[in-house]
């Protein structure tokens, strides 16, 4: 269409016009940037509960984030952040579902490792908990505990596989380590076996702090404080392993990963699930903890605007808040996760942006 315009023209006219082409193509450019960018803030708008979103403040590295409402399910606290990374969506999405945390001593994770479905039989070898870390020490002991008593405890078990897990004492304390460590090893694989063959709905249910935990139950009322959300990112959530079927996501990676909570090591199984389209879908639902809190689930929209990437970060998190305090722990836990939340997201602003 071009072509037949310029053809009847005069020569010195057809040049202005060819060289006037790649500055309209970059003013359509720009005008369709500005565009798209507007349009993924409104999207952004119409299920978040963020305040005011400005790109162009997005873009000069603002961090915006906010609680939640706490909503009815008591257990449960979500938070919201927004920001831009100077990066292609591609790398910034690839980074995401494979960002390895354990690089970073801040977020105190001693261990991560990926692997793929199915697992591997030497994936949880890594895992070797010693009475000489002062940190293994709280988890080796609940443990040995458990085996006393043949029942879960404070840790986040079955209570056949506790009975089943019931045995005298070890009088060395290498042995009591080494079969700690079996303990928990046999625990991840039993979760990681659950998960990929029938999604969240096959983990089993087990007892914490004297409430009956379902796994499942617990995603559904994490994603029942912010429907809007939930809706939004049903494209993903309808898939594997989220769900059972056969409709799978466009990636998943499982993992597990030992780090610090309150002080201690604590085990977790999760995957990275992602729906890769014209903007990301990426979710890491921590669906496996061995105490402390019961799941944990991150989703992300990654929106390509000017060659860098606008996310949108929901943190939802399920733990034993105490109900007597009428949502005070919730509303001051949620406050802390903003705070958190930042700070990571500086982590990984640093990784994916630098040179």
Known sequence: MVNAVVVN??????????????LCAVACFSALAAAFGAGAI??????????????????????????GPLGSFPRGVYVETC??????LQTVGEKLV?????????????????YSWPAPPNVFDQLALTSSKTTDKWLIDHTTQM????????????ANEATAAHSPLQSSPNQRDAKVTEFWRKILASRDQAVAAGGLSALPHFI??????????????????????????????ATKPFAGGE?????????????????HTTLHAGFVAARKVKSWQVADCTY???????????????????NGTLIWQIDFVSAPFRSYLGGADRFFAGKEMVRETAKTIQLFRHDVEKP
């Open 9 to 22: 023209r005069p020569l010195r006219q057809t040049k202005v016009r060819l060289y006037l082409l790649p």
């Open 83 to 88: 920001y831009f990374l100077r990066a292609p």
């Open 147 to 158: 085996f006393a008593s043949g029942k879960p405890g404070e840790l986040f078990v079955t």
């Open 247 to 263: 409709i799978a996501a466009d990636e998943v990676v499982p993992y597990w990963q030992q780090t610090l909570v309150r002080g």
């Open 288 to 306: 496996f903890t061995s105490d402390t809190y019961f799941m944990s689930v991150t989703l992300y929209e990654l929106f390509p605007i000017d």
């Open 208 to 237: 914490g702090s004297n409430i009956d935990i379902s796994p499942r139950g617990e995603f559904d009322g994490l994603m029942k404080l912010a429907p809007k959300i939930s809706a939004h990112f049903q494209p993903l959530l």
């Open 42 to 67: 409104e999207q952004i708008r119409v299920s978040s509960k963020l305040p005011g979103l400005d790109l162009e403040k997005l873009k000069r590295g603002e961090i915006v984030g906010a609680r």
């Open 98 to 114: 494979h960002w390895d945390t354990s690089k970073h001593p801040e977020l105190e994770v001693s261990i991560l490792r990926e």
